[in-house]
Nanobody, 122 residues
Framework: QVQLVESGGGLVQAGGSLSLSCAASGSTFSRYAMGWFRQAPGKEREFVAAISRSGVITDYTNFVKGRFTISRDNAKNTVYLQMSNLQPEDAAVYYC???????????????WGQGTQVTVSS
């Protein structure tokens, strides 16, 4: 089992950048594919990005392609989400998740962090 703790959320102006981190503990980090999801008020949680166990393969939802970058450091047991050109519609609670294989569906990730708030002012 793996425990996940996100950090790095905060308030940023539209067009700005923010970097999220998710630190894992409790199990061998490199055994898990990792994902980032987000949930805005009144909306369902949605897929943002995912990365394979080795970090070689990444996947993004269309509305963040070219703006967000997911990466991982298996030596530091950490996955990152670098976000740039943030827009008000990017405001949400961002969650990291771990699972046995890379996917875009929530159900594929058994382990979740508590989330970190990202607020974007216009």
């Amino acid at each position: 089992q793996v425990q996940l703790v996100e950090s790095g959320g905060g308030l940023v102006q539209a067009g700005g950048s923010l970097s999220l981190s998710c630190a894992a503990s409790g199990s061998t980090f490199s055994r898990y594919a990792m994902g980032w999801f987000r949930q805005a008020p009144g909306k369902e949680r949605e897929f943002v990005a995912a990365i394979s166990r080795s970090g070689v393969i990444t996947d993004y939802t269309n509305f963040v392609k070219g703006r967000f970058t997911i990466s991982r450091d298996n030596a530091k047991n950490t996955v990152y989400l670098q976000m740039s050109n943030l827009q008000p519609e990017d405001a949400a609670v961002y969650y990291c998740a771990a699972g046995p294989f890379m996917a875009t569906m929530e159900a594929s990730f058994p382990y979740w962090g508590q989330g970190t708030q990202v607020t974007v002012s216009s």
